[in-house]
């Protein structure tokens, strides 16, 4: 099974390679290049990651332990939305054009998965909620 995962990326790497170098020989600006290949990244490891990684330790003090693994698979999904949505809300037509896919509102399909999301939040924490109660393990662990 190992084999299939491992032959499965490396499938995914190669083709995230040639669309990389799709990109970058069809460039027309090599700073356009530059910041999707250099920027992004510094972005990401600067800027996006140690605040999630705060944000992840502060929820943590707060919200109880049979909550946290709801709450921070509810996080990561809404952030997940929240970037696939980017370009939809930034600039209407940012993508391909797709008849029948362009006439909706993206704002409403984000509150809507969102509010899917949270409401699967609350009840696999309050399940977990009750399911720590009745065992014992429902106290805050420090």
Known sequence: MRAVFALAGV??????????LEFALGARNWAQVLVWLV???LVHDLVVAPAVGLT????????P????APVALGAALSGLLALLAVPLLWR??????NPGLHDRDYVTGL????GVV?????VAGLTAGVTA??????????
Do not use: I, K, N
């Open 11 to 20: 499938a995914a790497l190669a083709w995230g390679g040639w669309l990389a």
């Open 39 to 41: 920027g992004a990244p």
């Open 56 to 63: 992840g330790l502060a929820v943590a003090r707060v919200v």
């Open 65 to 68: 332990v049979a909550w946290r």
């Open 92 to 97: 209407p037509f940012g993508v391909a054009t």
């Open 111 to 114: 509150a809507v998965a969102l």
């Open 118 to 122: 949270w409401l699967g939040v609350a």
């Open 133 to 142: 109660g009745l065992t014992g393990r429902g106290r805050r662990e420090q």
